[in-house]
């Protein structure tokens, strides 16, 4: 209990069968029976019993991770909250498969209305689901929804889901393959600007199913990628994609727990609502009367 996250030393035991977890198990069930002569002890300083299921050192790593990736999402949020705006935060370890896509969903759709959004691909693995977020990225809000019964707008807004706020993307020198062609495609669109180190430089494909006989793989670069602006690779291979802001996070402060990167971003953001305010647009007012000709509406009578 209250352990998770902390290495602690266990004492495994075997317990009898007459055990004091039996002994409190039926007592429990005579109280709730109506027994009144039934009583529970409680004996000072014997240890709680625990419950300890090994773990593989990838389960392990995968619990720490995930423990980050939450202690950061409120983090997040609690600076945007200190700074005066609301945001979004998403971490998307790779580009690949259902457990990516199921990453982007969680994050982004509970808070596609927010006034900002971070998308944090540091350490992103890559994979295939760019065009696929990007997409979801580039909804525009065309047309919005008034009730009759009052003056305000509802919050809601066709395309559905369409993000209205200020985006910025998180890498690092750690975000490689498909994370950085993500961040390629959001400079490249103006989606967003993008907060961190300069990614890992793999601008090239490949499908890794050149598998040999003994189970191995020798992977090859083996689709190439361009556009008229940037050439081969859209600038990505052997070069990485630089961000706009560019914030390193110091080892020793990192351990800590101190995230400089996501501060800065936090930073970024509150200057650039300042700057450009994420506002509902005003009501046309009362819409005129059409049964009325419109070259005598407003006259008043003589």
């Not at 019993?49 to 593989?56: G, K, R, T």
């Not at 609301?86 to 971490?91: A, D, F, K, R």
């Not at 046309?284 to 003589?302: E, L, Y």
Request: hydrophobic share 35%; charged share 25%.
């Amino acid at each position: 209990r209250n352990k998770i996250g902390e290495t602690i030393r266990l004492d495994v035991r075997r317990y009898k069968s007459n055990s004091r977890i039996r002994d409190l198990r039926k007592m429990k069930q005579r109280l709730l029976n109506g027994d009144a002569e039934a009583t529970i002890a409680v004996d000072v300083g014997l240890p709680e019993p625990l419950i300890v299921v090994p773990m593989s050192p990838d389960d392990s790593e995968d619990l720490f991770y995930a423990a980050w990736e939450y202690k950061t999402t409120l983090l997040a949020k609690s600076l945007a909250s200190e700074a005066g705006f609301t945001t979004g935060y998403v971490h998307i370890r790779d580009m690949s498969g259902a457990e990516a896509e199921d990453a982007f969903v969680r994050g982004f759709f509970p808070d596609y209305d927010k006034q900002a959004l971070i998308i944090d691909v540091r350490n992103n693995r890559g994979g295939n689901i760019d065009s696929w977020i990007l997409d979801v990225l580039q909804r525009k809000a065309w047309m919005y929804w008034q009730g009759r019964s009052d003056n305000e707008t509802t919050g809601l807004w066709n395309g559905r889901f369409a993000f209205r706020g200020h985006l910025i993307v998180l890498i690092n020198e750690h975000t490689s393959s498909d994370g950085e062609g993500f961040a390629r495609g959001v400079s490249e669109l103006g989606l967003g600007k993008l907060v961190g180190k300069r990614t890992w430089g793999g601008g090239i494909w490949l499908s890794s199913d050149n598998r040999l006989v003994d189970g191995g793989i020798a992977t090859a670069p083996e689709f190439a990628t361009f556009n008229d602006k940037l050439g081969w690779s859209v600038g990505i291979e052997n070069v990485g994609v630089k961000p706009d802001i560019e914030v390193d996070n110091n080892p020793r402060s990192a351990f800590d727990g101190e995230d400089t990167q996501l501060k800065h971003a936090i930073s970024v953001l509150k200057d650039w609502l300042e700057e450009e305010p994420v506002t509902f647009p005003r009501s046309p007012g009362p819409k005129r009367n059409m049964n009325i000709p419109k070259d005598v509406d407003g006259c008043s009578a003589t």
